[in-house]
């Protein structure tokens, strides 16, 4: 199924595209009003909540369309990078002359599918020695996808307009029309009981620290996610999983500097 969603406008995000210049027209204090109620909602444990995508969406809207997308999508957030003592990356040039969801799903489709979606497909593939296959992502599909209009994908609150008014044809609507699914595992609640102690000591690791990552800072993180404050899920998982490779690599390292003195010692006896 890949490409069914950056080509058809799928993703919940994309909402967010589709809104944000008629948000904008309203006025201030409708605006303030909104973004009061918005930061009032409770912490959610699910990986894409409504709570999420609502505060993502008022926290862009001083932003142009490709920063506010990268809201939504990237690991760690610009506030959250300067608390680490990281530096934000320059972003990808943005289409000026694209409409806010053609710019965010063109973006998603030349950088998010090839580099991160598409990649880990073809090595699970690979691994078990399968030729893997993209339907949505033949020619001709592509290019009668990019004929669409913005209303034939996102059309109020409704996701992949197009290709669900499609499917009917085929398939009854209580699957047409059933809530999408990631593929996701409960990381927000695992990180603050079962996996908390854990997370914590690979958050103090000294490597990351040599990085140029402030741990403290990533402690106080861990911290705040667990009382509730907010959820920092993405951000703790992104750390753990470089310093978990870290320690792989200065492990791998170490060995084969071992195996490197082994054979080149000199013979005795």
Same mark, same amino acid.
């Given at each position: ?88 990356? $320059?972003?990808?040039?943005?289409? @000026?002359?694209?409409?806010?969801? &053609? /710019?965010?799903? *063109?973006?998603?489709? +030349? #950088? ?91 958050? $103090?690791?000294?490597?990351?620290? @040599?990085?140029?990552?402030?741990? &403290? /800072?990533?402690? *106080?993180?861990?911290? +705040? #996610? ?44």
């Amino acid at each position: 199924g890949e490409g069914a969603d950056e080509l058809f406008g799928g993703y919940p995000t994309y909402l967010g595209a589709h809104w944000a210049t008629l948000y904008a027209a309203l006025p201030e204090a409708v605006r303030a009003a909104f973004r009061g109620i918005v930061q009032r909602l409770p912490v959610s444990d699910r990986k894409v909540a409504i709570s999420f995508l609502l505060k993502r969406f008022v926290q862009g809207q001083e932003l142009d369309t490709l920063a506010r997308h990268r809201l939504w999508t990237a690991s760690i957030q610009p506030d959250l990078l300067r608390r680490l003592g990281l530096e934000l990356r $320059a972003m990808p040039e943005q289409h @000026e002359a694209l409409a806010p969801l &053609d /710019a965010v799903q *063109r973006h998603d489709f +030349e #950088h998010s599918l090839p580099e991160a979606l598409m990649a880990k497909v073809d090595r699970g593939g690979m691994r078990h020695a399968l030729e893997v296959r993209a339907p949505f992502l033949d020619q001709n599909v592509i290019e009668f996808a990019a004929t669409l209009p913005g209303r034939a994908r996102v059309r109020g609150l409704t996701t992949k307009t197009f290709l669900k008014h499609y499917a009917l044809r085929y398939l009854p609507g209580s699957v047409v029309n059933r809530r999408k699914r990631g593929l996701s595992v409960p990381l927000a609640s695992w990180l603050r009981e079962p996996l908390f102690d854990w997370a914590r000591s690979r958050l $103090a690791n000294s490597r990351l620290e @040599e990085t140029g990552i402030h741990t &403290d /800072a990533a402690l *106080r993180l861990l911290a +705040e #996610h667990q009382s509730r404050v907010s959820d920092h899920s993405r951000v703790l998982w992104t750390l753990i999983v470089l310093s978990q490779w870290l320690d792989w690599a200065a492990l791998r390292h170490s060995d084969q500097l071992d195996a490197s003195e082994t054979a080149s010692a000199p013979c005795t006896g």
